[in-house]
């Protein structure tokens, strides 16, 4: 009877995939989530090539995945994700603002975002939801949600930060910390003459006359509060 009990206690645990560019981080959480009686990490990795060899190999049964990767992009990877293997689970766990990037983060196929300054119990329950076959936000970004589906609103706008693409966003974020356009090229592996052409969109669509006011408003934004960027996409 008690082996009985066991095999069943163990058919209920899930294997949890963890994707996450910060060794201390990633192995931190792997910890957390090894603590919860009917979770168990199968595999942690760092970039994307990893999350797609460790998905095969393992065989998840959710991934909890930051966007910031070593060399590539979580959006990239969730968008190749939804592609060959559609029925996987995929939590967003990142620092970067829900007010932006909850929503992309969505339509590339995640089941939830959650922010990594929310509490343990949060991001369990989170894990947890989504196993389920639940969409997981927070309160506050479920209402925002909610009012615009309301009101009927459109999900960009054509003078914020929101109305840049994904591939946009992460070339504006990088401007902002300082990367040149052969850094950007390299880090998103892209060819120079690319690069340039998000360079030149984002300033059309944010009203900037020049590469020096890009820098400038690429600067300032990164170095603004998580508070002061949701007003910039407030609608």
């Not at 797609?52 to 909890?64: G, H, L, M, Q, S």
């Not at 060959?84 to 689970?89: Q, R, V």
């Amino acid at each position: 009877m008690a082996k009985r009990k066991m095999t069943r206690a163990k058919a209920r645990t899930a294997k949890v995939l963890v994707v996450d560019d910060h060794p201390v981080l990633r192995q931190g959480l792997a910890a957390l989530i090894d603590h919860t009686p009917d979770l168990r990490v199968c595999a942690q990795t760092q970039d994307a090539p990893g999350a797609i060899a460790a998905v095969r190999a393992t065989k998840p049964d959710v991934v909890v995945l930051d966007l910031s990767l070593e060399g590539g992009s979580g959006l990239d990877l969730l968008g190749c994700l939804k592609t060959t293997h559609p029925e996987l689970p995929v939590l967003v766990l990142s620092t970067h603002d829900e007010s932006l990037y909850a929503e992309r983060a969505l339509r590339a196929g995640a089941r939830g975002y959650i922010m990594k300054e929310r509490p343990i119990p949060e991001l369990m329950a989170a894990i947890h939801l989504v196993l389920a076959g639940e969409v997981y936000l927070s309160d506050k970004m479920s209402s925002r949600l909610v009012r615009r589906a309301v009101r009927g609103e459109p999900i960009e706008s054509a003078s914020s930060v929101a109305a840049l693409s994904n591939r946009e966003l992460e070339v504006f974020e990088l401007v902002g910390k300082g990367y040149d356009a052969n850094e950007i090229a390299s880090r998103l592996h892209l060819s120079i003459k690319t690069v340039h052409a998000h360079r030149e969109n984002i300033k059309r669509k944010l009203n900037l006359g020049s590469g020096t006011e890009l820098h400038q408003q690429a600067f300032m934004w990164i170095q603004s509060e998580p508070a002061a960027r949701e007003r910039t996409t407030e609608r």
